[in-house]
């Protein structure tokens, strides 16, 4: 079969990271082109933008939109608007209601949005979300904890409205929580804490409930020294399960349960592949919904400025 041409917007640490490496190991896609306003990669042909890239290269069938969120829209805009399918990396947008019209404008144009979480691709997240099926949920705990000036060192765009702040990794951990939980999640309550110079919060606290009521705590701090922490504790009438480790390591009652090795931008451009094969869109803005609920509801609590 054909292999997907497929471009990359936004030339950053996870394009580099991640896409460019499961694009070059994949037989599904094969990336032609990179657009991005600072950089270019060596052997493929890049551009400073979006528009000069789709002009210059029609051939483009896909683009896998890398870039930060607050260009995210405008650029995924235009490339449906093209025609192009298009892979977006979390968070999808920057608002809920930005994901919800580019959902309708792939519709009208008939290609294929992909709202990415990269983070349900982790290997142990469907095994956990298996064995939650038909479980009663006594309670929930996720504590998110890690060290953003190890992270996402110079990366200012965090710090600016729009960049979310704590719930970038944070959203990873909505991202599971909302694809394991077997009921859907309500936010009821949140406390975000905003240093003096920063446009989002580096730390924050919510209280959800399930669709039976059972409380669902999650704990987020992006000032985590030493151990980080990435985990998601669920008590069961029948035991206690644990994934870890973003969502790479499960065990059951304190027993590790052995996971299939795959790595997890592997999982995301297979199933990109499978969608793009079938003309379908996979759009889910729920973890988006409870962070922009939390920005709703949360009561703000000022805290010291941030000095990387
Ligand atoms: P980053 O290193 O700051 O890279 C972002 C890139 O976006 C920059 O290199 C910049 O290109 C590019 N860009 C900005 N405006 C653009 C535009 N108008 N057109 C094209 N490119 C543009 O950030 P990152 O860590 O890669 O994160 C990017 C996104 O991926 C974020 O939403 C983040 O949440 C997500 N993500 C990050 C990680 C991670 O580990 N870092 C993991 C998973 C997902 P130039 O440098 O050329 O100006």
Not at 40 to 66: D, I, K, R
């Amino acid at each position: 079969m054909a292999r997907i041409k497929i471009a990359i917007v936004g030339l950053g640490k996870i394009a580099r990271d991640q896409h460019i490496p499961s694009l070059a190991a994949s037989d599904a896609f094969e990336l032609i082109g990179v657009a991005s306003p600072h950089h270019s990669l060596e052997g493929v042909p890049s551009y400073p933008n979006v528009e000069t890239l789709l002009h210059a290269q029609p051939e483009v069938a896909a683009v896998a939109l890398c870039t930060t969120p607050q260009v995210r829209y405008d650029i995924a805009r235009f490339a449906l608007q093209q025609g192009r399918h298009v892979l977006l990396e979390k968070p999808p947008g920057v608002t809920v209601s930005e994901v919800q019209a580019l959902e309708g404008l792939a519709r009208r144009q008939g290609v294929v949005l992909f709202t990415s979480w990269h983070s349900r691709f982790a290997r142990a997240v469907e095994p956990a979300r298996t064995w939650l099926v038909g479980r009663k949920i006594l309670s929930v705990k996720v504590t998110w904890k890690e060290d953003v000036r190890h992270w996402h060192p110079g990366q200012t765009w965090i710090w600016k409205a729009g960049g979310l702040g704590v719930f970038d990794p944070g959203i990873n951990a909505l991202s599971i929580l909302t694809r394991i939980m077997p009921t859907g999640l309500a936010l009821k309550g949140a406390e975000l804490s905003f240093p003096s110079n920063c446009e989002t919060p580096i730390a924050a606290t919510l209280q959800l409930a399930d669709g039976h009521g059972v409380p669902v705590e999650v704990e987020l701090d992006f000032l985590q020294t030493g151990t980080q922490t990435w985990s998601i504790d669920v008590r069961t009438d029948t035991g206690h399960l644990s994934l870890s480790m973003g969502g790479t390591v499960l065990s059951i009652d304190g027993v590790a349960v052995t996971t299939v090795q795959q790595p997890e931008y592997a999982n995301l451009y297979a199933h990109f592949a499978e969608l793009v094969r079938h003309g379908r869109s996979d759009v889910d803005c729920s973890p988006l919904q409870l962070v922009a609920d939390a920005f709703l509801c949360a009561r703000r609590v000022d805290v010291a400025a941030f000095i990387e």
